[in-house]
C-alpha cells in the first residue's frame, strides 16, 4: 500500500489556519492527479471570511458505476503555544503502545485525508467512481467551503451515492464509533434596549438589565424535548452577557447576551428561532439568529453496515453508531447523499501536541479502502 505515513507528514507540513488556501492543495493535488483524478481548485470568498480554496477530484470508473465520495477538510485550528516540538514539522515519536505521530492536523485531519488517499491507490479505477471533496474551510464559519462545493457539483452534474467525511470519531481505539448523524446548531444574539440615566434617579432611567436578566432566566428554564432514539436531548446555554459598563453610578443604555442551542431532529433552526424571538419580545428585547446547520440522520441500513463490515474485519471492533459531538460539515453533504462520519481516535484533536498513531494510519488506509470497494461493488 501507498506509505499512508509519507503522505501524512506532506500534508501536515503545509501550514493551512483556517481559511486554507495555498499550499497544502498544491500538496493534495500532486497526491491526486498520479492516481488519475481529475482535480479542481477553486477560490471562494473575500475577507474576513476568505479568501478559501477548495478542490474536487474525481475519477471516473465504467460507464453506469456507482460513485463513492471521500470528503474533508485541510484547513486546522490554531496551533497555540506550548508544543513540545513545531506544529508544522510533523516528527515520529516512540511511545509504549507503539510510534505516534506529532503535529497540527495529525488527527484532525490531514492525517484520515492521507488514508483516502492511500486507499484509492489501491483501489483499481474499473471499481468505480470516486470522488474527494475537501475544503479549506470547516474550521472556521464554513461559509465558503463545502457549500462552494456542492454548488460546483450540482453545476457539473456530480453526485455520490454515498459519502463519508473523515472526522476523527473513535473515542478509545481505532473503529469504536462512527457518526450516523449530528444535531443541529444555532447562536442567538439578544439585545435589550433602555434609556441611560443616573442611578440615584431611576424614574428618568429604564435600565435594561432586569429585563434581560428575566428574559434569559426564561429561556435557561426552557426544557426543549427529552432526546429521541438516535439523539440526546437538546439543550441551550447561556454564552455570553454583556452590558459594558464602566461607570458605577450609571444606568446603561443597552444589555446584551448569546445563546448557543444544540438542537435534534424534533426541531428546525427557524421553529427554535421563532420561540426565542417570542420570549425576547415578551421581555422588551430583540433576537438575531444564525443557524450554522440543521440536524441529520442516516439510519442504520447499507451504509453503515458498510463500515462496520471494514472496521470489524481490520480491527475486530464493533463501531458504535453515534449522533453525539459538535457539527461538521456532512451537515451540508447530506442534502447530497447518504452521509456518515469515520475516522481517527479523537482525543488529540484541536490540542497542543495533536498526535495520531502510525499503525492507526495503515489500519484506517485498509479500512477506507475496504468500504469504498464495497460502497461500489453493490
Known amino acids: 500500500m501507498t506509505h499512508v505515513l509519507e503522505l501524512a507528514k506532506r500534508l501536515m507540513a503545509a501550514p493551512s489556519v483556517t481559511p486554507a488556501t495555498g499550499a497544502v492543495?498544491?500538496?493534495?493535488?500532486?497526491?491526486?492527479?498520479?492516481?488519475?483524478?481529475?482535480?479542481?481548485?477553486?477560490?471562494?470568498?473575500?475577507?474576513?471570511?476568505?479568501?478559501?480554496?477548495?478542490?474536487?477530484?474525481?475519477?471516473?470508473?465504467?460507464?453506469?458505476?456507482?460513485?463513492?465520495a471521500f470528503a474533508g477538510h485541510l484547513d486546522v485550528v490554531p496551533p497555540g503555544g506550548g508544543w513540545t516540538s513545531e506544529a508544522f514539522e510533523p516528527e515520529i515519536r516512540p511511545s509504549p503502545g507503539g510510534d505516534l505521530l506529532y503535529g497540527r492536523g495529525a488527527v484532525d485531519m490531514k492525517g484520515a485525508i492521507a488514508c483516502m488517499v492511500a486507499a484509492v491507490a489501491e483501489l483499481p479505477a474499473e471499481a468505480g467512481t470516486v470522488s474527494f471533496i475537501i475544503?479549506?474551510?470547516?474550521?472556521?464559519?464554513?461559509?465558503?467551503?463545502?457549500?462552494?462545493?456542492?454548488?460546483?457539483?450540482?453545476?457539473?452534474?456530480?453526485?455520490?451515492?454515498l459519502c463519508l467525511v473523515g472526522e476523527p470519531t473513535s473515542v478509545n481505539r481505532l473503529g469504536d464509533m462512527m457518526k450516523i448523524g449530528r444535531r443541529g446548531s444555532v447562536n442567538i444574539w439578544l439585545e435589550v434596549e433602555g434609556t441611560q440615566?443616573?442611578?440615584?434617579?431611576?424614574?428618568?432611567?429604564?435600565?435594561?438589565?432586569?429585563?434581560?436578566?428575566?428574559?434569559?432566566?426564561?429561556?435557561?428554564?426552557?426544557?426543549?424535548?427529552e432526546g429521541t432514539h438516535w439523539f440526546q436531548p437538546s439543550n441551550l446555554e447561556i454564552t455570553d452577557i454583556e452590558v459594558g459598563n464602566v461607570a458605577h453610578n450609571v444606568i446603561p443604555a443597552k444589555a446584551t447576551a448569546r445563546i448557543s442551542?444544540?438542537?435534534n431532529d424534533t426541531h428546525s433552526g427557524a421553529s427554535l428561532s421563532e420561540t426565542v424571538a417570542a420570549i425576547a419580545g415578551k421581555h422588551g428585547?430583540?433576537?438575531?439568529?444564525?443557524?450554522?446547520?440543521e440536524p441529520f440522520l442516516t439510519p442504520p441500513g447499507e451504509f453503515s453496515?458498510?463500515?462496520?463490515?471494514?472496521?470489524?474485519?481490520?480491527?475486530?471492533?464493533?463501531?458504535?453508531?453515534?449522533?453525539?459531538?459538535?457539527?461538521?460539515?456532512?451537515?451540508f453533504l447530506r442534502e447530497v447523499c447518504p452521509v456518515i462520519e469515520f475516522g481517527l481516535v479523537n482525543a488529540?484533536?484541536?490540542?497542543?501536541?495533536?498526535?495520531?498513531?502510525?499503525?492507526?494510519?495503515?489500519?484506517?488506509?485498509?479500512?477506507?479502502?475496504?468500504?469504498?470497494?464495497?460502497?461500489?461493488?453493490?
Open 348 to 378: 488529540t484533536m484541536h490540542k497542543r501536541d495533536e498526535a495520531v498513531a502510525v499503525a492507526d494510519l495503515s489500519a484506517l488506509s485498509r479500512i477506507y479502502m475496504a468500504i469504498a470497494a464495497a460502497a461500489l461493488g453493490r
Open 261 to 263: 442551542i444544540r438542537f
Open 197 to 225: 440615566g443616573h442611578v440615584a434617579y431611576p424614574h428618568l432611567a429604564d435600565n435594561p438589565i432586569p429585563r434581560l436578566v428575566a428574559m434569559l432566566a426564561e429561556l435557561d428554564a426552557l426544557a426543549l424535548d
Open 135 to 161: 475544503t479549506g474551510d470547516e474550521e472556521g464559519p464554513a461559509i465558503h467551503g463545502t457549500r462552494a462545493l456542492i454548488a460546483f457539483m450540482h453545476e457539473q452534474g456530480h453526485r455520490p451515492d
Open 25 to 68: 492543495f498544491d500538496a493534495m493535488e500532486a497526491m491526486l492527479a498520479p492516481l488519475g483524478f481529475e482535480v479542481t481548485r477553486f477560490v471562494s470568498g473575500e475577507a474576513p471570511d476568505g479568501p478559501v480554496e477548495n478542490l474536487f477530484a474525481i475519477r471516473r470508473g465504467p460507464e453506469g458505476s456507482r460513485h463513492f
Open 305 to 331: 453496515a458498510i463500515i462496520a463490515a471494514a472496521v470489524k474485519a481490520e480491527t475486530g471492533v464493533e463501531p458504535e453508531a453515534s449522533t453525539t459531538g459538535g457539527t461538521s460539515d456532512a451537515r
Open 285 to 293: 428585547g430583540t433576537a438575531l439568529p444564525i443557524v450554522s446547520g
